[in-house]
């Protein structure tokens, strides 16, 4: 039964570093870049969210939808200010400015909140649950339905409305969708909004789950849900779900059966050990294109 | 009438001047066409025409509106529709939701007009579930000309359309454009294949290292002998 809670608190871990990998994989597919920013706006939304909370004393339901809000608004200046002008640079330039933005991020928030651990109010009260000899936290168990729900719409949106099948059609080629008469600038927009927004919902789950939000706290789940995308293959949107949650479980077990300290090791030492058989991730795909 | 006039048009990739103070016109209802050798300049006056691509100089303008600033995406519902070379379909999306991106504009027509597609093209509806990428060369092609179609352009540019094809197809290719062509479409062909796209051309234009050398109906270049050498094998 214990391995059963660990297998859970792993999934509900592995949900938020899904939620994570989408806006990375997202972005990466649309806009051909690595967003290392995208970490820090998890920092972000979880600060927004005490600053409501503590601060301003909103309910927990209007501190969440005001930090998703302040993400999705972030998220999108970054890529007008930041990335476009940059869209035809070599990607080396791009990758060095998205770090540049994230280290202003973090820079901003320890002058704004200082460089200490500030702890993040309780926003999910959802009491423990017992069932015979399993125990399910109810924060776990939240952050996992929640995630599914989102996972879910995600995949119907991208997969059949307008809008999705737009941003599909301008991660394969923004001058053919351009061509169709899409607004590519817009899509893009878009898509950073989309990841900024489940960048904010993670990071209410982060904070819930650790307790505790500091200037750098964005960096390690972003670094391990980039680690998520790739291993699930970069720009696959079922492979950053699938290797955010395999990421979860293989952390929480190594630390449950393994070595607490160990357990970072192990995650990356999987990575490493799946790209060496499979170098697109689980489900990343070449295509050969026809000439 | 003219229906798309450029003007005095130059086109550069950072160093490289690639099209040199071109001018040509489309008028309502011709098939006209652009031919030179490999690099002459044809698909950066076509990428110029629609948007992805700006001149530094002259003016472009289509059905009487200055275009020549208009973004790219907002062309297609003022009736320009591009098939660029190489097809570009969408490799990894369905036939059908390849057509439903070439409706992006078009709203509620978009139904009946892949109807009219599949109409056209039997072939294309045989495999309307198939993921782009998995079609062979030809059906990538029809697809890509039955994707223009959907936003019902009063202008089509085509880029080398019957490139990599087996004759047979090219000449169904052709008989498509003549077919599209007669049901009211103005058409502007970029061709390598010179002796067909002669034959069907009202007008034709000859570009040569990005300028326009020659042009002229479409019947006396093809007995030009300066084109029967350079272009037609003799
Ligand atoms: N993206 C680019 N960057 C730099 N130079 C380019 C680029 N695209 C085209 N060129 C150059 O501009 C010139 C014209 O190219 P363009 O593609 O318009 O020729 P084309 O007539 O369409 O040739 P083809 O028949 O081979 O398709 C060529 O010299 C080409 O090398
Ligand atoms: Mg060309």
């Known amino acids: 039964m214990d391995f059963l809670s660990n297998l859970i608190s792993g999934l509900s871990l592995g949900s938020i570093y899904a939620l994570i990998a989408l806006g990375y994989t997202m972005v990466y597919g649309i806009a051909k870049m690595l967003n290392f920013a995208h970490g820090d706006i998890i920092m972000v939304g979880a600060f927004a969210v005490i600053v409501c909370i503590n601060t301003c004393g909103l309910p927990v339901w209007l501190a969440a939808v005001v930090s998703i809000l302040c993400c999705i608004v972030l998220g999108v200046l970054i890529e007008r200010i930041a990335y476009k002008p940059l869209r035809r640079s070599a990607p080396l330039t791009v990758l060095i400015t998205a770090i540049g933005v994230s280290y202003l991020l973090q820079s901003v928030a320890q002058l704004v909140f200082g460089s200490e651990m500030h702890s993040f109010p309780k926003v999910i009260s959802m009491p423990t649950i017992q069932i015979g000899e399993l125990t399910i936290k109810g924060n776990a168990l939240v952050t996992l339905v929640v995630s599914a729900v989102i996972m879910v719409v995600l995949t119907l949106f991208i997969g059949k409305t307008r809008m999705g099948k737009a941003m599909r059609a301008v991660s394969e080629d923004k001058d053919a969708a351009e061509l169709m008469g899409i607004n590519v600038n817009k899509t893009i927009s878009v898509t950073f909004a989309i990841g900024s927004a489940l960048a904010a919902v993670a990071g209410i789950f982060y904070g819930s789950t650790y307790g505790f939000i500091g200037p750098y706290t964005g960096s390690m789940p972003g670094i391990k849900a980039f680690v998520a995308a790739v291993f699930g293959g970069i720009g696959s949107i079922p492979g950053a779900m699938l290797g955010g949650l395999a990421l979860g479980i293989i952390e929480n077990l190594s630390k449950a059966y393994i070595s607490t300290e160990l357990s970072d090791a192990i995650v990356f030492g999987v990575l490493i050990i799946v790209l060496l058989f499979k170098p697109t991730g689980l489900l990343g795909k070449k295509i050969k294109e026809k000439v | ?234």
Request: aromatic content about 6%; proline content about 2%.
């Open chain 2, 1 to 234: 009438m003219q229906m798309l006039n450029v003007e005095n048009i130059n086109v550069y990739y950072g160093q490289i001047h690639a099209v040199k103070d071109v001018s040509f016109e489309v008028n309502e209802g011709e098939i006209v066409c652009l031919i030179g050798s490999n690099g002459a300049g044809k698909s950066t006056v076509l990428k110029t025409v629609s948007g992805l691509l700006r001149s530094r100089t002259g003016c472009i303008s289509f059905m009487g509106r200055d275009i020549s600033k208009t973004e790219a995406f907002r062309l297609v519902s003022a009736g320009l529709a591009h098939v660029p070379e190489g097809r570009r379909i969408f490799l990894q999306m369905t036939v059908e939701e390849n057509l439903q991106m070439g409706g992006y504009t078009a709203g509620k027509e978009t139904d009946a007009r892949i109807r009219d597609v599949y109409e056209r093209f039997p072939r294309l509806k045989e495999r309307r579930n198939q993921i782009g990428g998995t079609l062979s060369g030809g059906e990538q092609q029809m697809l890509a000309i039955g994707r223009a179609l959907i936003s019902a352009p009063k202008l089509l540019m085509l880029d080398e359309p019957s490139m990599g094809l087996a004759p047979i197809l090219v000449s169904q290719i052709f008989e498509i454009i003549k077919e599209l062509h007669a049901a009211g479409t103005t058409i502007l062909l970029v061709e390598q294949n010179a002796e067909m796209a002669l034959k069907i051309a009202d007008r034709a234009y000859v570009l040569e290292s990005g300028r326009i050398a020659l042009s002229g109906s479409g019947a006396d270049l093809a007995r030009s002998d300066a084109i029967k050498k350079a272009y037609l094998g003799g």
